[in-house]
């Protein structure tokens, strides 16, 4: 069954209307709805994004893409944190008056879930339940450290990790110890055998629809476990 989008622009404060995408279940009340920010290195039509927001709602969860501003204008420097945290604010409350009364989650693949948690830590995301990390970028290739959660301390609302055993931006050892420090409200899903992109190898015997699957599962469960 095809699923189509409501495309619109979003203002950003400061830097100008960006694209969005809302997709909703058709055929009955969407029980959440996932502001879904995309990753440093492609858009929100990636087909990643695409194809896990598609999963998403056959489950049931609504979710908002949107462009942060350097995509919009075609730069591939991304955004300072001030701006792409003004995007996030943004998609919020654009979220929140498509579809008022839905129980909202935030957060978005790599970049895209860091700079949603670094908006809830400056100032709590209003209606936002909790944040969803599609592969949270804890340190660069090759340069394993925990200084880019240092800010997770200072969100109140549940988190969920999605990570990667291949992930080399996130070696697991590092994030299970972060999740573990930041207590109950942080939960880690593993999905075995992901890299940062959540691709698996051949021999893994899984397909890249299977693990969308898992992640999609996983999200559902988890926004239903919290009340959605």
Known sequence: MAISPLLFSIDVPGAGAVDAALVAPEDAPARALFVFAHGAGAGMRHPFMVQLSVALVRRGVATLRFQFPYVQKQSKRPDSPAVAQAA???????ASRRMPGVPMF???????????SGAQAAQPLSAVRGIIFVGFPLHATKEPGI?????????SVPMLFL????????????????????GP??????????DHSFEVLVRSGRTEEQVRAELADTIAAWTTGLGA
Do not use: Y
Request: charged share 25%; hydrophobic share 40%; glycine share 12%.
């Open 88 to 94: 996030v604010r943004a998609a919020v409350e654009e």
């Open 106 to 116: 935030a957060g978005g693949k790599s970049f895209g879930g860091r700079m949603t």
């Open 147 to 155: 200084q880019r959660a240092e800010h997770l301390s200072k969100v």
């Open 163 to 182: 990570q990667g055993t291949r992930d080399e931006l996130a070696q697991l050892p590092l994030i299970t110890d972060v999740v573990s420090s930041l």
């Open 185 to 194: 409200r942080a939960t880690l899903h593993v999905v075995d055998g992901g």
